[in-house]
């Protein structure tokens, strides 16, 4: 397959166009170089498999079609590009709002206008659904409990946009979700939270993981938001990266596929939970104190894969166990 991926010199994006080009696939890159590791990534995918990316963004229509149109036919684009931080989103809304949303729109018209036979698989978030407040919960010694949702959380629950991140990614969700309705494309957006593994490079509000993990290696001490029993559902970036030629092939034009995608409960880990893994395995006390939460911050958020699942057969294969024990080493 013919594949250009947007932000492929970002986290997500090293890891699928490695996994793409390893599997026979030919990929073109777009991506602006502008967030902290992307030049890091862009000499890792330049080294090991002669990957150059054309420097656009994304939120230039111009610019994006002259990026598209430069590469030829194209199968299937993965929009990964975007503004991925909820602090920033509030300090400059107006440039999340063009690069999320408005993104998304350039990508979404020039499949209408240009290739309508291009799958068009981005990137939506959880945060679409709000901060989830309105439901159950119970607190244990180290994590929140969703007493409804043993098994995490399907596509039923309302769509919720809290703050300008929120916005413009729920934006960007049903302009994917419209498109393939409307225009008879085949798009698919991804509802996902927590993803780890190799060329994150995280910041204390991204990647959260391998934040605290970079942290507690050091010996730092840990500044939480809330009192650690947040729960998240963590998928390997190896993982997702399986997922995109799946969609690909599996999506269909006019049927939109619209899904949350995550580790699911076999893989959900609290913060609390995360230092008392990290205790047992480094023998090494985690150093931390309380703060006061995020706006918006979701007690838990867990994906319930029955949907993926079904449509591709997709299921997470790397453990919690083994995907935090890799992460480790690498740090180590």
Known sequence: ???????????????????LIEQGDQVSI?????????????AFLQENFDAHPIRTDVADAAAVNAALDSVGSVDAIAHLAGQVSFLASLEDPRRDFDVNAGGTLNILEWVRTQSPQTAVIGMSSNKIYGDLEDLEYEETDTRYVAVDYPNGFDESLPLEFHGPYGCSKGAADQYLADYGRIFNLRTASLRQS?????????????????????????????????VGKQVRDLLHATDLARLFPALAQAVSAGEPAVMNVGGGADNALS???????????????????????????????ISDNTRVSGLTGWRPEVSVESGLTALLQSLS
């Open 30 to 42: 777009i991506d602006d170089l502008s967030r902290g590791g992307s030049e890091l990534n862009a």
């Open 271 to 301: 913060i609390l939970e995360f230092f008392d893994w990290f205790t047992r395995e480094t023998g090494k006390p985690v150093d931390f104190e309380a703060g006061p939460l995020r706006p918006s911050d979701q007690k838990v958020f």
């Open 1 to 19: 397959m013919r594949w250009v991926v947007t932000g492929g010199c970002g986290f997500i994006g090293t890891n699928l166009v490695a996994h």
């Open 194 to 226: 927590s993803v780890y593994g190799p060329h994150q490079h995280p910041r204390s509000d991204q990647g959260w993981v391998a934040h605290l993990m970079e942290e507690a290696v050091a010996g730092r001490t840990i500044h939480l938001n809330g």
